[in-house]
């Protein structure tokens, strides 16, 4: 996965995106304020923002499926409430 070049940035984000679901717009969080959210997350617990951002990287390629099935399915709902 190193070849990849959204490892591990792109894809940390792209779970904390997840996780923090939809809003009117879309996504909650910009993969902007995704990384600054990391990048605080990592000051926080003392871990380097690399090292947290393969671990959440990891996390997400290993749940892709799921998560996008997940996220797909809050998007529907929420669009059908609002």
Known sequence: MESDSRYPYTY???LL?????F???????SRS?????RGRISEAIGMEDEEIAK?????YKA?????TEKSVSDWLRFKKVA
């Not at 749940?63 to 998560?67: A, P, Q």
Request: glycine fraction near 10%; hydrophobic fraction near 35%.
């Open 55 to 59: 671990r959440l990287a990891d996390y």
């Open 23 to 29: 809003g009117d717009a879309g996504a909650k969080l």
């Open 17 to 21: 995106r997840v996780l923090a679901g």
């Open 63 to 67: 749940n892709e499926k799921e998560l």
């Open 12 to 14: 940390s984000c792209d």
């Open 33 to 37: 304020d995704a990384s600054r959210l």
